[in-house]
C-alpha cells in the first residue's frame, strides 16, 4: 500500500501525536518549520495527504491557513485536520467545495476549559485577582473592603450546550447555581439532558446573573454579543467567554463595563491574541483575563495528540472519521482515498 503523507509544522504539540503517527507503516510524517522558505514549504504541502493545522489561528502565519489559495497549490490533500477542537485557521466552505474532510478534536479539552470557566466565575465573585493584587502592592485597607460573593443560588446562562456546556452545567449545579442555557443546535429534550433549562437566547441573557459562552466561532455567531444584547443582560451581570474572540464586540463590553450595567467579565479570548498590552478591558480591575489558556492543560494537550493521531490514522484506512465539521464530504473523501491506493 503507498503510503500517505501527513504534514503539520512545528507548532508546540505533545509528543504522542508524533509517537503514534511514526508507528504506522502506511504513514510518512513530515514536521515542516515555519522559519523555512515558502519553497521547501509549499513543496511539501503540495504533496501532502493529510495537513494537521494548528488551530490558534494567531499562531499560524496567514498563507499556512487551510483557504482557497493553499487549497489549489494542494490538490493532493485529502483532509485539514485541526490540533484542537476549533478550527479557525481553516476556511470550510472552500475545502468543502475541494472536496477536502475537515476535522477536529471536539471534547478534547473539555474539562480543562469547563474548569477554568468556573475559575474566571470565582476569580470575580470572590474578588481573588483583586485582592492579589491589592496584597502584592501593599496596598492593604480593610478585608471588607474586598468583600466577595457566593455564587451559589446565582443563575448562569449557557450559550452553547456541547461538550463543553454540559461540564459546565455539572460544574454549576455542584456549587448550587441553577442552569438555563439556549442552543440552537439541540432539542429542547437534549439540553435538559444536559442539565439546563432551555430557552431562547433573548430569555437566557436577559435572565441570568452570569451568562458564559460556549459556542464555536463561525459566520453565524461572530458578534453575536454588541452592545444590545450586553445592555440587554440583566443589571450586575458577569460575562463570561472561554470560546473564541470575535464572537463578542469587545468595544461593547468596554462600555457596559465603564456604565456599570455589568459588574465583570471573565475573558479567556480576544480579537486578536494576545491583546495589546493596553486594551481597555486590561486597564479595569473587574476584568479577570487569560490568555487563551482555558483549554492549555497538560492533560488537554495529550488528549488532543492522542485523538488527533488515532483519527489520521483511522480515517487513512478508510475508517469513518468521528469528529467531521463537513460530513457530507466523507463520501468524496473515500473515493479521493481509495484513488491513491
Same mark, same amino acid.
Given at each position: 500500500?503507498?503510503?500517505?503523507?501527513?504534514?503539520? +509544522?512545528?507548532?508546540?504539540?505533545?509528543?504522542? +501525536?508524533?509517537?503514534k503517527?511514526?508507528?504506522?507503516?502506511?504513514?510518512?510524517?513530515?514536521v515542516?518549520r515555519y522559519?523555512?522558505t515558502?519553497?521547501? #514549504?509549499?513543496?511539501?504541502?503540495?504533496?501532502? #495527504?493529510v495537513?494537521?493545522?494548528?488551530?490558534?489561528?494567531?499562531?499560524?502565519?496567514?498563507?499556512?491557513? &487551510?483557504?482557497?489559495?493553499?487549497?489549489?497549490?494542494?490538490?493532493?490533500?485529502l483532509?485539514?485536520?485541526s490540533?484542537?477542537?476549533?478550527?479557525?485557521?481553516?476556511?470550510?466552505?472552500?475545502?468543502t467545495?475541494?472536496?477536502?474532510? &475537515? =476535522?477536529n478534536?471536539?471534547g478534547? #479539552?473539555?474539562d480543562?476549559?469547563?474548569?477554568?470557566?468556573?475559575? *474566571?466565575?470565582?476569580?470575580?465573585?470572590?474578588?481573588i485577582?483583586?485582592?492579589?493584587? =491589592?496584597?502584592?502592592?501593599?496596598?492593604y485597607?480593610?478585608?471588607?473592603?474586598?468583600?466577595?460573593?457566593?455564587?451559589?443560588?446565582?443563575?448562569?446562562? *449557557?450559550?452553547?450546550?456541547?461538550?463543553?456546556? @454540559?461540564?459546565? %452545567?455539572?460544574?454549576?449545579?455542584?456549587?448550587?447555581?441553577?442552569?438555563?442555557?439556549?442552543?440552537?443546535?439541540?432539542?429542547?429534550?437534549?439540553?435538559?439532558?444536559?442539565?439546563?433549562?432551555?430557552?431562547? +437566547?433573548?430569555e437566557?441573557?436577559?435572565? %441570568?446573573?452570569? &451568562?458564559? &459562552?460556549?459556542?464555536?466561532?463561525?459566520?453565524?455567531?461572530? #458578534?453575536?454579543?454588541?452592545?444590545?444584547?450586553?445592555?440587554?443582560?440583566?443589571?450586575?451581570?458577569i +460575562?463570561?467567554?472561554t470560546?473564541?474572540?470575535?464572537?463578542?464586540?469587545?468595544?461593547?463590553?468596554?462600555?457596559?463595563?465603564?456604565?456599570?450595567?455589568?459588574?465583570?467579565?471573565?475573558?479567556?479570548?480576544?480579537?486578536?491574541?494576545?491583546?495589546?498590552?493596553?486594551?481597555? *478591558?486590561?486597564?479595569?480591575?473587574n476584568?479577570?483575563?487569560?490568555?487563551?489558556?482555558?483549554?492549555?492543560?497538560?492533560?488537554?494537550?495529550?488528549?488532543?495528540?492522542v485523538?488527533?493521531?488515532?483519527?489520521?490514522?483511522a480515517?487513512?484506512?478508510?475508517?469513518?472519521?468521528?469528529?467531521?465539521?463537513?460530513?457530507?464530504?466523507?463520501?468524496?473523501?473515500?473515493?479521493?482515498?481509495? @484513488?491513491?491506493g
Amino acid at each position: 500500500m503507498k503510503k500517505k503523507k501527513v504534514v503539520r +509544522f512545528d507548532f508546540w504539540l505533545n509528543p504522542a +501525536f508524533d509517537d503514534k503517527l511514526t508507528t504506522e507503516d502506511t504513514i510518512d510524517l513530515t514536521v515542516l518549520r515555519y522559519a523555512d522558505t515558502d519553497a521547501v #514549504n509549499f513543496g511539501a504541502l503540495s504533496q501532502a #495527504n493529510v495537513y494537521h493545522v494548528c488551530a490558534a489561528r494567531d499562531e499560524v502565519p496567514a498563507k499556512y491557513w &487551510v483557504t482557497e489559495d493553499l487549497l489549489k497549490q494542494c490538490p493532493n490533500l485529502l483532509c485539514a485536520s485541526s490540533s484542537g477542537a476549533g478550527y479557525d485557521p481553516v476556511d470550510l466552505e472552500a475545502c468543502t467545495r475541494h472536496g477536502v474532510l &475537515v =476535522v477536529n478534536q471536539s471534547g478534547c #479539552n473539555a474539562d480543562s476549559v469547563a474548569e477554568h470557566t468556573m475559575g *474566571l466565575l470565582l476569580s470575580l465573585k470572590h474578588r481573588i485577582a483583586e485582592s492579589d493584587r =491589592v496584597m502584592r502592592a501593599s496596598a492593604y485597607t480593610t478585608r471588607e473592603d474586598l468583600m466577595g460573593r457566593e455564587i451559589q443560588g446565582l443563575t448562569i446562562g *449557557l450559550i452553547g450546550v456541547g461538550n463543553i456546556g @454540559r461540564r459546565v %452545567a455539572k460544574l454549576a449545579v455542584a456549587f448550587g447555581m441553577k442552569v438555563i442555557a439556549s442552543d440552537p443546535h439541540l432539542s429542547a429534550d437534549e439540553i435538559q439532558k444536559r442539565g439546563a433549562i432551555p430557552l431562547s +437566547f433573548t430569555e437566557v441573557i436577559s435572565s %441570568a446573573d452570569v &451568562v458564559s &459562552v460556549h459556542c464555536p466561532r463561525s459566520p453565524e455567531t461572530l #458578534n453575536l454579543f454588541g452592545r444590545e444584547q450586553f445592555f440587554a443582560m440583566k443589571s450586575g451581570a458577569i +460575562f463570561l467567554s472561554t470560546a473564541r474572540g470575535g464572537i463578542h464586540d469587545e468595544q461593547s463590553l468596554v462600555d457596559a463595563l465603564k456604565d456599570g450595567h455589568l459588574s465583570g467579565a471573565g475573558l479567556d479570548v480576544w480579537t486578536v491574541e494576545p491583546p495589546a498590552r493596553d486594551h481597555a *478591558l486590561l486597564t479595569m480591575p473587574n476584568v479577570v483575563a487569560t490568555y487563551h489558556t482555558a483549554g492549555v492543560t497538560h492533560e488537554a494537550r495529550r488528549n488532543a495528540a492522542v485523538m488527533a493521531a488515532d483519527q489520521i490514522a483511522a480515517l487513512l484506512k478508510g475508517e469513518r472519521a468521528p469528529r467531521m465539521a463537513n460530513p457530507e464530504v466523507w463520501p468524496v473523501f473515500l473515493d479521493r482515498l481509495n @484513488r491513491l491506493g
